[in-house]
């Protein structure tokens, strides 16, 4: 079964420091990949996805994650934090066609940034 | 920029009480679905329409809870009676493509109904 483990609920960088924000992922098939982000009392917003086509996937806001098959893996990363990056970040695996490819999410990790 | 709309944003209510949800999806979207996101967790799906059918409703309490998409577009989320462990956020999405033509479809988020139950 498709699940994915998002390591550590809390992250804390300083302003202009790297972000990496870890994913695993344990997957029955070739693994499609997500990235979202949340803001206090708001949605869900798509940051990258993952589909096959390249291992480096960019996203919006700065932000990219490099899947790894070796190490199964997708974490996301950004070269310098800024204060409005906090936010709630949550990596989900497309589930298989017997589940009708629901996404399964991760529980979710919070970045904070420090001035 | 089309987005899903919810409603309302919040809602607080005593249990044993009904409580219903409202969400219309972006134009266009055949599929919709229902998350509950409890508080410090990722978001678990309750139930996907392609259209006007339900295509998975495995983890939906249907002792207590009920989903309809009557003509396909706007959908309503009940709740009768709530219980204490139902307070969560509850999120609608849409998708454009129906979810076995294509696996890598984006779904998109509304906002959420954050639902209090005293």
């Known amino acids: 079964a498709q699940s994915v483990t998002q390591l550590g609920s809390h992250v804390s960088v300083s302003e202009g420091a790297l972000v990496l924000l870890r994913c695993n992922y344990s997957?029955?098939?070739?693994?499609?990949l997500f990235w979202y982000v949340q803001y206090p009392n708001q949605g869900l917003q798509l940051l990258l996805k993952?589909?096959?086509?390249?291992?480096l996937v960019k996203g919006i806001n700065g932000f990219e994650a490099e899947f790894k098959k070796s190490e199964t893996s997708f974490h996301l990363t950004k070269p310098s934090a800024h204060m409005s990056d906090a936010a709630e970040y949550f990596c989900a695996v497309r589930g298989p066609a017997d589940s009708s490819y629901k996404l399964i999410f991760g529980s979710g990790t919070r970045l904070l940034v420090r001035p | 920029e089309a987005e899903v709309a919810q409603s309302p944003r919040y809602k607080i209510t005593e249990k044993s009480q009904a409580v219903a949800f409202w969400c219309d999806p972006i134009?266009?979207?055949?599929?919709l679905y229902w998350y509950r996101q409890i508080l410090g967790q990722g978001p678990e799906l309750l139930v996907q329409?392609?259209?006007?059918?339900?295509?998975?409703d495995s983890q939906l309490p249907k002792d207590r809870f009920s989903a309809e998409r009557l003509k396909g577009v706007d959908s309503t989320l009940k709740i009768q009676p709530a219980e204490l462990g139902d307070s969560a956020m509850y999120l609608c999405?849409?998708?454009?493509?129906?979810?076995?033509?294509?696996?890598?479809?984006?779904?998109?988020f509304g906002p959420g109904t954050r639902l209090t139950v005293l």
């Open positions: 993952y589909t096959s086509a390249a291992t």
């Open positions: 999405a849409s998708s454009f493509l129906y979810p076995l033509a294509a696996s890598t479809d984006t779904q998109y």
């Open positions: 329409f392609q259209d006007e059918s339900v295509v998975d």
């Open positions: 997957s029955s098939v070739p693994p499609y």
């Open positions: 134009s266009g979207h055949a599929t």
